[in-house]
DNA sequence: GGCTGAGATCAGGCTGTGGTGATATCAGTT
DNA sequence: AACTGATATCACCACAGCCTGATCTCAGCC
């Protein structure tokens, strides 16, 4: 969850939804170092955000579709929790 | 959206998604110092993910259903993306 | 008015973490 | 095997953001 909190691997999460992208594109359409590029990509891998799949010289990254939906679910959760408890205050 | 990665304020939010309260009860009940919750509750209210209602001497918090289904939709929009695109790998 | 208790605000210290540069690895290619 | 280009890893610095402690405001109450 807090990794998406991060602008640039927000950027490089928004890359990777419109498919499978190897390291070389993300550096470019991000415009950010090589090096951090693929340390933000590694914090991604070790947090199972993305999948890492060499392809002969390259390695690509895809997004897992089912992390990202379970995030979005959990919130939707929250947002109709909130909802039905819209008259519940507390006293002091 | 970065606001939720902080744990204090997920607790916060987590909380408020149960129904309104005031700061005491969030004090309490996340064991926080007054001032961090009073600071994070800002944050929060700049956001517009809370809302403030004066209530006497208290101040009670509304988590702002809204803005969190709003998030959820996003993740959810891009989740879907992803599926849409798994096979578009791009060529280096 | 003076007091008390809830809450907001501010200044400072400290830690976590993102960015950078240099280096290591590893797969093709000649 | 030597070379090149893609990627990963590491060490270091710098800054943002969290936490704390102290102070300020404001509402209710005596």
Redesign the interface.
């Known amino acids: 969850?807090?990794l998406?909190?991060?602008p640039l691997r927000?950027h490089i999460?928004?890359l990777?939804?419109?498919?499978?992208?190897?390291t070389?594109?993300l550096v470019a359409d991000t415009g950010a170092t090589q090096s951090n590029v693929s340390n933000h990509l590694r914090a991604l891998r070790h947090a199972g955000v993305v999948a890492a799949e060499p392809w002969g010289r390259?390695t690509?990254y895809?997004?897992?579709?089912?992390v990202?939906?379970a995030?979005?679910?959990q919130?939707?959760a929250?947002?109709?929790?909130?909802?039905a408890?819209?008259?519940?205050?507390?006293e002091?």
């Open positions: 969850m807090k998406l909190a991060d927000a999460v928004r990777l939804a419109e498919g499978p992208a190897c070389c594109h390259f690509y895809r997004l897992q579709a089912d990202i939906e995030a979005a679910e919130l939707g929250l947002a109709a929790r909130a909802r408890t819209v008259d519940a205050r507390r002091c």
